[in-house]
């Protein structure tokens, strides 16, 4: 039986020191895990709602994008043939070098298959790899930005990036491979992630490949491995650096200030179908996009704030584009209603091409103003619990508002104001912000560094 455990998620430095066997529960990151009397480790699957905002089951309801442990492979099963659920790819995948002065056998899977390492020895471990070999205190956990350098000058070489979670989270990868791409021109990446956002890469020139994060598979020739899944939310940084440098840490480079782009590629005729959809049932020619629901409540602008918007921008004559995945509705012209249609009536790349034809549009911190960004729409963003500069900081269009409330930023951690830095922005500031964008287009002023002072709102006594 053994006397020490160390959770198996190389994230995390969580020890517990006594006798434990049985399933655990890691009380730093929450992975799910059992353990064998012989000290063997094997992980439950782990989950992620993917197509609607809760699923209850079991007495639990379940929430988007948030990752969860199975509590068994009935609970997998059952909720799997639901088909609102995806798998999470397993954690692990690392480069680690033996640093031990004699060869040593190690067993490498649940049927006592062993694994002979030399002294000095370099190699990738799978998740249940990792586990044996980090217990047993002779081996080193490789950086990718050591390996990346050494596996390039042996030649080109297949890299898988991993990343699950939000949209915004995807294209803030893809900015990071597109630098690594030029600097290491022959690695052919193929990028895991949700199956619904793989379109969005099609024609992308730094991407050679994209697949469903559920098909993902180890033994597929990668030389190279970026497991982003859970990073930049269980990192020590996530509150002080921008999440796009911290994947790149995890994919093994350094970003510089100045060279930072997302981009979905669109044809034109893509942008002219996407023209289509936004004026199918109402021809306006000023289009401002509204988000009506963040991915949390504590992110969501509230529903009156939204309505009062709305008419506020009929009012001035212009058009309104609203998306979301909830039931809203506005009865009158001037409005084209998308909710329902983020992950359902129309596809990611569809979504991009009608945003691509807005002249702007307001958003909770959620994916759709990252959208606006790779297709130069500009964006109004209305943040809440996360300081805005840790997202925006490097897109060019994009005019944030942020309530820096005296209890903020809570980082999503729950509200016990009354969402009051979301209340507290007014539909006459977002207005003011949107007109401000509208004489930008006029004046044809679109370089971030150039424009007016933004008006951002600032803490209130």
């Known amino acids: 039986m053994p006397t020490r455990l160390e959770c198996p998620n190389p994230e995390c430095s969580w020890v517990s020191v006594g006798a434990v066997v049985g399933d655990i529960t890691c009380p730093s990151c929450s992975m799910l895990f059992r353990v064998r009397s012989g000290g063997d480790i094997v992980f439950i699957r782990s989950l992620v709602l993917r197509d609607c905002n809760t699923y209850h089951y079991n007495g639990v309801d379940r929430e988007r994008n948030s990752p969860f442990s199975c509590r068994d492979d009935n609970e997998y099963a059952y909720l799997v043939n639901t088909g609102h659920f995806e798998e999470l790819p397993p954690i692990g995948y690392r480069y680690v070098m033996y640093r031990g002065n004699s060869d040593l056998k190690l067993d490498v899977r649940d049927d006592g298959a062993q694994a002979l390492w030399k002294p000095g020895e370099k190699r990738l471990v799978s998740k249940f790899e990792y586990g044996r070999v980090i217990r047993t205190g002779q081996f080193n956990v490789i950086p990718n930005g050591e390996m990346i350098d050494e596996l390039y000058a042996e030649g080109p070489f297949r890299y898988l990036i991993v990343r699950d979670m939000g949209l915004g989270d995807v294209l803030m990868v893809s900015d990071a491979i597109r630098l690594m791409k030029k600097r290491y021109p022959e690695i052919e990446v193929t990028l895991a992630t949700n199956g619904i ?9 730094y991407i050679d490949s994209v697949i469903p994060i559920s098909n993902m598979g180890f033994d597929s020739g990668f030389k190279l491995v970026a497991n982003l899944c859970r990073l930049s939310e269980s990192s020590d940084l996530r509150t002080i650096v921008h999440r796009t440098d911290i994947f790149a840490d995890g994919i093994g480079i350094e970003m510089p200030e100045d060279d930072h782009e997302i981009k979905i590629y669109l044809g034109d005729d893509e942008i002219a179908e996407g023209k289509k959809l936004l004026q199918s049932k109402w021809s306006g020619r000023r289009w401002v996009g509204l988000q009506l629901h963040g991915s949390t409540a504590v992110r969501t602008w509230p529903d009156e704030h939204c309505r009062s918007f ?25 409005v084209v209603n ?8 129309i596809t990611c790349r569809e979504l991009a091409a009608v945003i691509a034809n807005l002249n702007a549009i307001v958003t909770p911190d959620s994916g759709l103003y990252h959208l606006a960004e790779a297709v130069g729409t500009h964006s109004i963003p209305i943040f809440s619990t996360i300081l805005p500069d840790l997202r925006v900081r490097y897109y060019r269009k994009v005019h944030e508002i942020y309530h820096d409330k005296e209890c903020g930023p809570c980082w999503d951690a729950g509200c016990d104001n009354a969402l009051a830095c979301l209340y507290s922005v007014k539909p006459d500031v977002v207005f003011e912000n949107l007109e401000y964008v509208m004489d930008l287009l006029n004046e044809a002023v679109v370089d971030r560094s150039r424009r007016r002072k933004r008006k951002v709102v600032r803490r209130v006594g």
């Open 197 to 205: 956002y793989n379109c969005l890469f099609d024609g992308n020139p």
């Open 310 to 334: 709305i008419g506020m921008c009929v009012r001035q004559g212009y058009s309104v584009a609203l998306f979301g995945d909830h039931k809203f509705s506005w009865d009158g012209d001037h």
């Open 338 to 345: 998308f909710t329902g249609n983020l992950n359902g009536g």
